[in-house]
Nanobody, 114 residues
């Protein structure tokens, strides 16, 4: 399974970004797809995740500012982030869980300038 993430970039505080991720190389539907991020010097943390049934979970730090959604194409996921803050800066990784096996994308850099 390969995951391709895109949509990162440099944005000013208060701005918005939409991250996209598509998984390929499998005929199965991911049970869960999510976004994690890793800031410099910090551990990777969950930002948001969505199940195949549409249930979502968010980190407290992004609640009210982020929306995760599954695309109409199988195994695609989007993360819309609004009101971005400098502390949202980091490398954002897409993750897809197929059964008990998880796969990671290559990461996309998000930099929020103050």
């Amino acid at each position: 399974v390969q995951l391709q993430a895109s949509g990162g970039g440099l944005v000013q505080a208060g701005g918005s970004l939409r991250l996209s991720c598509a998984a390929s190389g499998t005929g199965f539907t991911a049970n869960v797809m999510g976004w994690y991020r890793q800031a410099p010097g910090k551990q990777r943390e969950l930002v948001a995740a969505v199940t195949s049934g549409g249930s979502t979970t968010y980190a407290d730090s992004v609640k009210g500012r982020a929306t995760i959604s599954r695309g109409s194409t199988k195994n695609t996921v989007y993360l819309q982030m609004n009101s971005l803050k400098p502390e949202d800066t980091g490398v954002y990784y897409c993750n897809a869980l197929f059964g008990i096996k998880g796969s990671w994308g290559q990461g996309t850099q998000v930099t929020v300038s103050s």
